[in-house]
């Protein structure tokens, strides 16, 4: 096999930053140290060496809303890549035919994917065909599923669903994950503000509210105590969801928090824009919400409360945003951001000191790998691991533009932030799929990644059950009553 040697760059791990080469034998790393040689020299002189991104939430050609998003496999994982990411992690949706048939869908769509990539299975119903499924998605190589307790009539799942598939996953050694939002308070907050004409975009905002957020983040916590899993709530948005998962941290609980970079550097007043198509395309769930929040999502990325930067990169077009023109609820919900994530996280998060670049790789490529046990084959720059890596020139500088990006859709809701700090080149498997702009990993290129059950990550949340676990009281048979 051909070997490639980077040179002249330090290395930025979770828990070091150290200058050395590393040595890519085929598509796995090789050596790192000094002077090594090999085949091809890349040099990355004045540059980091970082593990390539994860992003642990995308919804890829997702059938959703009477529409498809509209970045697919092939175009969401060129702009993946050109945003320093090697691996998406996309959310399989079954729909009447079971798990395992949406999956073969999924495996289909997921062909033209350019980084690899791994599914999480969406749990939208509970019956015996799942409960009996949800084992073999495991032996697929997918140990994670995922709830929404959002979208009434469509996606969510009540309580009595949650915990039978939460208890579902403690037996399997899965994590479960959940969309926090209470659905029947935005299906009833919806119709009252659409009764009061308020059918504009903002309004999708108004009938989220924070609390909404919080009361599910909270409640998703207690069920998954009951059931003794952990649980990796997606998308926090806000302090309201932090803050239970803080209590619950600090109780000693596994819980992981991920918030996007959309609502680390986006706020409402988006929403109050005087253009209806600019306001649209930022509707995503949960909603960007008031600045004050953002504070409290960055100290929870330094501080270890939340632990995963992602996008849930779910692209429509301003065409398909027109749907809800006259009713917000009918707006296809999402946002892209694929792209963007790692050099915006770099720019507002690094470059400001809000978290230190190990942080930064911690947070967009380590912790994930950990969580959904694959690392140290991804999220890791060490001898065997796949040769994921991104060439970060931290003195590169851009200005985000829809005209220049590699997403299909025709806006981009970053668009006019400068950031500093992007990939010059990004290796996927040994391979270089993106160098100066370009896109050079072909369609078709990418892996399905398989990722093993977890029982020993799987132990109930708290100490709670030992210390209050259900004894029967032996009475002398003189202290009980005669039946009647
Ligand atoms: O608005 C969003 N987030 N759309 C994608 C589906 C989801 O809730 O994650
Ligand atoms: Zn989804
Ligand atoms: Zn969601
Ligand atoms: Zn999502």
Same mark, same amino acid.
Not at 73 to 88: E, H, I, K, R
């Given at each position: 096999?051909?070997? $490639?040697?980077?040179?002249?760059?330090?290395?930025?791990?979770?828990?070091?930053?150290?200058?050395?080469?590393?040595?890519?034998?085929?598509?796995?790393?090789?050596?790192?140290?000094?002077?090594?040689?090999?085949?091809?020299?890349?040099?990355?002189?004045?540059?980091?060496?970082?593990?390539?991104?994860?992003?642990?939430?995308?919804?890829?050609?997702?059938?959703?809303?009477?529409?498809?998003?509209?970045?697919?496999?092939?175009?969401?994982?060129?702009?993946?890549?050109?945003?320093? *990411?090697?691996?998406?992690?996309?959310?399989?949706?079954?729909?009447?035919?079971?798990?395992?048939?949406?999956?073969?869908?999924?495996?289909?769509?997921?062909?033209?994917?350019? *980084?690899?990539?791994?599914?999480?299975?969406?749990? *939208?119903?509970?019956?015996?065909?799942?409960?009996?499924?949800?084992?073999?998605?495991? %032996?697929?190589?997918?140990?994670?599923? #995922?709830?929404?307790?959002?979208?009434?009539?469509?996606?969510?799942?009540?309580?009595?669903?949650?915990?039978?598939?939460? &208890?579902?996953?403690?037996?399997?050694?899965?994590?479960?994950?959940?969309?926090?939002?209470?659905?029947?308070?935005?299906?009833?907050?919806?119709?009252?503000?659409?009764?009061?004409?308020?059918?504009?975009? %903002?309004?999708?905002?108004?009938?989220?509210?924070?609390?909404?957020?919080?009361?599910?983040?909270?409640?998703?916590?207690?069920?998954?105590?009951?059931?003794?899993?952990?649980?990796?709530?997606?998308?926090?948005?806000?302090?309201?969801?932090?803050?239970?998962?803080?209590?619950?941290?600090? #109780?000693?609980?596994?819980?992981?928090?991920?918030?996007?970079?959309?609502? &680390?550097?986006?706020?409402?007043?988006?929403?109050?824009? %005087?253009?209806?198509?600019?306001?649209?395309?930022?509707?995503?769930?949960?909603?960007?919400?008031? +600045?004050?929040?953002?504070?409290?999502?960055?100290?929870?990325?330094?501080?270890?409360?939340?632990?995963?930067?992602?996008?849930?990169?779910?692209?429509?077009?301003?065409?398909?945003?027109?749907?809800?023109?006259?009713?917000?609820?009918?707006?296809?919900?999402?946002?892209?951001?694929?792209?963007?994530?790692?050099?915006?996280?770099?720019?507002?998060?690094?470059?400001?000191?809000? &978290?230190?670049?190990?942080?930064?790789?911690?947070?967009?490529?380590?912790?994930?790998?950990?969580?959904?046990?694959?690392?140290?084959? +991804?999220?890791?720059?060490?001898?065997?691991?796949?040769?994921?890596?991104?060439?970060?020139?931290?003195?590169? #500088?851009?200005?985000?533009?829809?005209?220049?990006?590699?997403?299909?859709?025709?806006?981009?809701?970053?668009?006019?932030?400068?950031?500093?700090?992007?990939?010059?080149?990004?290796?996927?498997?040994?391979?270089?799929?993106?160098?100066?702009?370009?896109?050079?990993?072909? *369609?078709?290129?990418?892996?399905?990644? %398989?990722?093993?059950?977890?029982?020993?990550?799987?132990?109930?949340?708290?100490?709670? #059950?030992?210390?209050?676990?259900?004894?029967?009281?032996?009475?002398?048979? $003189?202290?009980?009553?005669?039946?009647?």
């Amino acid at each position: 096999m051909a070997t $490639k040697v980077i040179k002249g760059g330090t290395i930025i791990a979770a828990d070091r930053t150290y200058k050395a080469d590393v040595l890519i034998d085929g598509e796995v790393i090789a050596a790192i140290g000094a002077d090594l040689f090999g085949d091809e020299i890349i040099d990355a002189t004045g540059c980091y060496l970082m593990p390539g991104g994860i992003d642990p939430h995308t919804h890829l050609e997702m059938p959703f809303m009477g529409t498809h998003s509209t970045d697919d496999f092939d175009t969401g994982t060129a702009a993946a890549l050109a945003g320093g *990411t090697t691996m998406v992690v996309d959310f399989v949706l079954p729909g009447a035919d079971g798990l395992l048939v949406a999956l073969q869908d999924w495996f289909q769509k997921a062909g033209k994917a350019r *980084t690899d990539y791994s599914f999480h299975m969406a749990i *939208t119903s509970w019956n015996k065909q799942v409960f009996d499924e949800m084992p073999k998605v495991v %032996e697929r190589g997918i140990n994670t599923f #995922k709830h929404f307790m959002a979208y009434k009539g469509a996606l969510m799942v009540d309580d009595d669903e949650m915990f039978a598939s939460f &208890l579902r996953c403690g037996e399997i050694g899965a994590m479960p994950l959940v969309h926090a939002e209470n659905g029947d308070v935005v299906a009833h907050l919806q119709q009252k503000l659409l009764a009061e004409g308020n059918n504009g975009p %903002e309004a999708h905002a108004y009938s989220r509210p924070p609390e909404v957020e919080g009361e599910a983040a909270n409640r998703a916590i207690m069920i998954a105590d009951q059931a003794g899993v952990p649980l990796y709530i997606v998308h926090v948005s806000c302090e309201q969801s932090h803050e239970a998962i803080r209590r619950a941290r600090a #109780k000693g609980m596994r819980v992981y928090g991920e918030p996007l970079i959309q609502h &680390l550097v986006l706020d409402e007043n988006e929403y109050k824009h %005087e253009d209806w198509d600019y306001a649209a395309r930022r509707v995503m769930s949960p909603p960007f919400r008031d +600045k004050i929040n953002q504070n409290g999502l960055w100290a929870g990325l330094a501080s270890g409360s939340l632990q995963v930067v992602a996008t849930d990169h779910c692209a429509f077009t301003t065409e398909q945003k027109r749907f809800g023109v006259g009713d917000f609820t009918k707006i296809p919900n999402g946002t892209g951001g694929l792209e963007d994530r790692m050099p915006v996280l770099w720019t507002k998060g690094v470059l400001t000191g809000r &978290l230190t670049p190990n942080e930064f790789v911690a947070a967009t490529s380590t912790n994930i790998a950990q969580i959904l046990n694959i690392y140290p084959r +991804k999220g890791a720059i060490l001898p065997g691991s796949d040769a994921d890596i991104v060439i970060w020139d931290p003195k590169a #500088k851009k200005v985000i533009s829809a005209k220049t990006q590699k997403s299909a859709i025709d806006y981009n809701v970053f668009e006019g932030i400068e950031v500093t700090g992007l990939p010059r080149m990004t290796l996927s498997r040994g391979n270089i799929a993106y160098k100066d702009g370009e896109v050079l990993a072909p *369609t078709g290129s990418g892996r399905f990644v %398989e990722r093993e059950a977890n029982p020993s990550q799987n132990r109930a949340l708290s100490t709670w #059950k030992e210390l209050t676990a259900p004894r029967k009281v032996e009475r002398d048979p $003189k202290n009980i009553p005669a039946g009647v």
